[in-house]
């Protein structure tokens, strides 16, 4: 399994920049932080405040690969293949995981692991200089050691799973849903003492970050948090600003999301009647699969439940966070299908309605194969970087050739600009936990990118977003910022210059920090 999956992996990756995602290169900027000795720092931003968005676990894993090719960014190739490897390797404990605790057939555990691994989802993110695939590989380690503290209970055992499930957290900040699933089936199975170690060695593990979360709030502007502050801030106030009807609303979207995915993966080119059918069939396997998970390993199928709350309440896009976990679901999927086939019939009605039952859950995969055959031969694995990389060439090579080395943008593709152009940067636009379910009027955008603006000292703002632009035509009317037109680029972008009134007598003239 590890070899097949490592040699699509790696056929898979592609030569695209890296930052198109946005995620990735932030990642790979807090590498080159570490790896160049500034720490963790947001380099591409004015002042290089102190990184406490995204859990240093993965930029530390970037920063000693960094360390070993320092050459950017011919090292992007080096981040992508190891994610290939760390594919491989989740491909592995994947196998092992359906086959020792899901006790799977090796029939059966094969298809669901390559399926998981070598598909187009985990191929997508694999692709990509993103957290997901070494938390997958991390994730199923320690659902394989904390499956087996259960049966062999010890207090080592117990502190190896607390302190998994802390690297797991720090890694990705979802892996935390681990935690406390495994302290809550220690704690019933094998006695407080087994939970509360594993608690204490977990807390202990994540205690040096959440004090530097603490230790350095607000060092961006208020507008920027929900890109590079801490999550636990933005969150609860978003969830204050939406309210008991609002988060109804956001896990009714994001639910929606997710099956109209499913629909898509288990049954492309088809009606949406059929559609519905192969959805229908795919939820009872999975249910009939959580039944037989439930006792023979729960902490899979607690973590698998509480990371679905998670997503569903987590104000944003939730295809991602279902792409990356895409291994366990085919797992699961698997043991709704092996317990089908363990059901004893008996009598010719029961035993057509096993045959049906299976011949429908083959179908269902089929649909799934269909998909992934398809995007075989689309690359459909690179479709984002491929896209991305178009949109940000015009206004990348517009700011290497027509900024100086000290100017400050605002521009999309922010992340891009310092990699690749050599220019500090900010996103034009704030993001709000609210707003993925209530969009932001357009005035209180052009607010935003105003304080934005001001706050960055930017000489520049470069930008194809149609939100942006629109923001824009609000500024025009103001006499605080004035932006100037002064290039045209291919795809729709435009340069402004940006023009301030001259700086009262006593000020400094230069944005806070």
Not at 26 to 33: E, Q, S, T
Not at 91 to 102: D, E
Not at 192 to 202: D, E, K, P, S, T
Not at 432 to 449: F, K, Q, W
Request: glycine residues 10%.
């Amino acid at each position: 399994m590890g070899a097949v999956v490592l040699a699509v992996a790696i056929m898979a990756v592609s030569p695209y920049p890296v930052g198109v995602f946005v995620d990735d290169g932030y990642y790979v900027i807090l590498a080159k932080a570490l790896a160049t000795g500034h720490g963790l720092r947001y380099l591409q931003l004015p002042g290089e405040p102190y990184a406490t968005h995204f859990p240093p676990g993965y930029p530390v894993f970037l920063a000693v690969l960094w360390r070993m090719a320092p050459d950017f960014p011919s090292n992007v190739a080096v981040f992508k293949f190891a994610n290939a490897g760390l594919l491989a390797i989740a491909a592995f404990l994947g196998y092992l995981l359906g086959v020792r605790r899901l006790r799977l057939s090796a029939r059966v555990a094969a298809p669901a692991v390559l399926l998981g691994t070598a598909s187009i989802p985990a191929l997508l993110l694999a692709g990509m200089v993103l957290s997901e695939t070494l938390c997958l590989a991390l994730l199923v380690a320690t659902l394989l050691v904390a499956e087996r503290a259960l049966d062999t209970p010890s207090i080592r055992a117990a502190v190896a799973v607390g302190l998994l499930c802390g690297v797991l957290a720090l890694v990705r900040t979802l892996g935390a849903v681990v935690l406390p699933v495994a302290v809550l089936l220690l704690w019933r199975r094998c006695g407080w003492r087994h939970g509360a170690a594993a608690l204490a060695a977990g807390l202990l593990l994540l205690a040096p970050w959440q004090l530097w979360v603490v230790a350095h709030p607000g060092e961006q502007l208020p507008d920027l948090v929900g890109s590079f502050g801490s999550y636990g801030g933005w969150l609860s106030a978003g969830y204050r600003e939406l309210g008991w009807t609002g988060l109804w609303a956001l896990a009714a979207r994001n639910a929606g999301v997710l099956l109209g995915s499913v629909r898509v993966l288990i049954a492309p080119l088809l009606p949406v009647g059929v559609k519905d059918v192969f959805l229908g069939v795919a939820l009872v396997v999975w249910v009939l699969g959580a039944w037989a998970a439930a006792r023979r390993a729960p902490v899979f199928l607690g973590t698998v439940l509480a990371y679905l709350c998670v997503v569903l309440l987590w104000p944003f896009a939730p295809l991602r966070f279902i792409w990356g976990i895409w291994l366990l679901v085919a797992l699961l999927f698997a043991l709704g299908v092996s317990a089908i086939a363990r059901w004893r019939a008996s009598g010719p009605v029961a035993v057509t309605a096993r045959r049906v039952a299976l011949a429908a859950c083959a179908v269902v995969a089929a649909g799934h194969l269909a998909y992934n055959v398809r995007g075989y031969h689309g690359r459909w694995w690179d479709s984002i970087p491929r896209a991305g990389a178009e949109g940000a060439a015009p206004l990348l090579r517009w700011a290497a050739e027509r900024t100086r080395p000290g100017d400050i943008l605002v521009s999309d593709y922010d992340n891009m600009q310092y990699l690749y152009a050599g220019r500090r940067a900010l996103p034009p636009y704030t993001l709000t936990a609210a707003e993925y379910v209530r969009p932001l009027p357009e005035r209180e955008r052009a607010d935003a990118l105003g304080r934005i603006l001001a706050y960055s000292g930017a000489r520049f703002l470069l930008s194809s977003s149609d939100s942006v632009l629109q923001a824009v035509g609000v500024l025009a009317s103001r006499g605080d910022v004035h932006l100037v037109p002064i290039d045209s680029l291919a795809g729709g972008g435009t340069v402004f210059r940006v023009e301030r009134p001259e700086a009262r007598p006593g000020s400094t003239g230069r944005p806070g920090r």
